[in-house]
Nanobody, 124 residues
Framework: QVQLVESGGGLVQPGGSLRLSCAAS????????MAWYRQAPGKQRELVAT???????NYADSVKGRFTISRDNARNTVYLQMNSLKPDDTAVYYC??????????????????WGQGTQVTVTS
């Protein structure tokens, strides 16, 4: 029904920047909250940032002031601008979206979708 495709990960030096993108495609009626998570090796998945349909944002304390989440509703896309990157930011980053779709009977259903993950590595 819906696919989330992530891009923008890579290798960067400490203090550098990356911009992650996550685009939803398929039978999207509307998208409510979108979010970014990350998971480092041996650690639990961590919520990084969220953005509501009204552009209200929340950030984990560890990234506040350095990361910015935004969305382009016309493109069904959420972004994560990451500045002043630190080695501790190294992780696989996953986007998440709460999406309204039509079920097989034409009724609206709210479903959660995940991107495939994109690797961010911060190292000298």
């Amino acid at each position: 029904q819906v696919q989330l495709v992530e891009s923008g990960g890579g290798l960067v030096q400490p203090g550098g920047s990356l911009r992650l993108s996550c685009a939803a495609s398929g039978t999207v009626v509307s998208i409510d909250t979108m979010a970014w998570y990350r998971q480092a090796p041996g650690k639990q998945r961590e919520l990084v940032a969220t953005i509501s349909s009204g552009d209200n944002t929340n950030y984990a304390d560890s990234v506040k002031g350095r990361f910015t989440i935004s969305r382009d509703n016309a493109r069904n896309t959420v972004y994560l601008q990451m500045n002043s990157l630190k080695p501790d930011d190294t992780a696989v980053y996953y986007c998440d979206a709460d999406v309204s779709v039509r079920d097989g009977f034409g009724a609206l259903a709210l479903k959660k979708y995940w991107g495939q993950g994109t690797q961010v590595t911060v190292t000298s």
